[in-house]
């Protein structure tokens, strides 16, 4: 074990705060039981966050720098642009608890979750224009649009799992409705659109 493999204090709240806030939702959420589920004072809480609110934004980043990593991993797992796509949309949809329930829930959310919707689409916007680099896209595509569209599909996926349940190949659904008119056949049809 390293010294970076070693969760600092930091760390430790930004993990608890996550399942506190998965468990219970922003508003419901005390800071007392962060504390209590990290293992520190208020005053270690206190001296990284001015405030819960604060608290949040730091949960929502950090799940943020994680989905970042997650599409570096795959960019250097798939050739496809297309298929990175696909395989984030997964990542992002397994891991949506904290994220419904601080971005689409929270009093806090409106800017919060304009800032990190606005990110996501800058992050299927640049994976399609790498998937147009490489000649998978029909020909005149309006990628703004196509960005726009699948994020909004992606969200709309979250916001109704948050009033039913949704089934579990909702995401599969998005992909089979909506990659066939943007990929070239050839390259739809070598396409995993099924979670791994």
Known sequence: ???????????????????????????????????????VTKGALYG????????????????AREWARIRERLQRVHRSPLQVLVDFGYAVNRDRAVVQRLLFQAPLCDDAAQHHV??????????????????????????????DGVVSALVGVHLMAMAVDVPDDAVAEVWRTWLPGVAKPPVYAALRIAPR
């Open 1 to 39: 074990m390293t010294i970076h493999d070693v969760p600092t204090t930091r760390d430790e709240l930004l993990a608890a705060a996550a399942e506190v806030f998965d468990r219970d939702g922003y508003a419901r959420a005390t800071i007392d039981e962060v504390c209590d589920r990290a293992g």
């Open 48 to 63: 990284h966050f001015s405030s819960k609110k604060a608290l949040a934004l730091a949960v929502l980043e950090r799940q």
């Open 118 to 147: 606005a990110r996501w689409t800058a992050t299927v916007l640049d994976l399609l224009r790498h998937a147009e680099n490489r000649g998978e896209l029909r020909a005149g595509v309006d990628l703004a649009g196509c960005a």
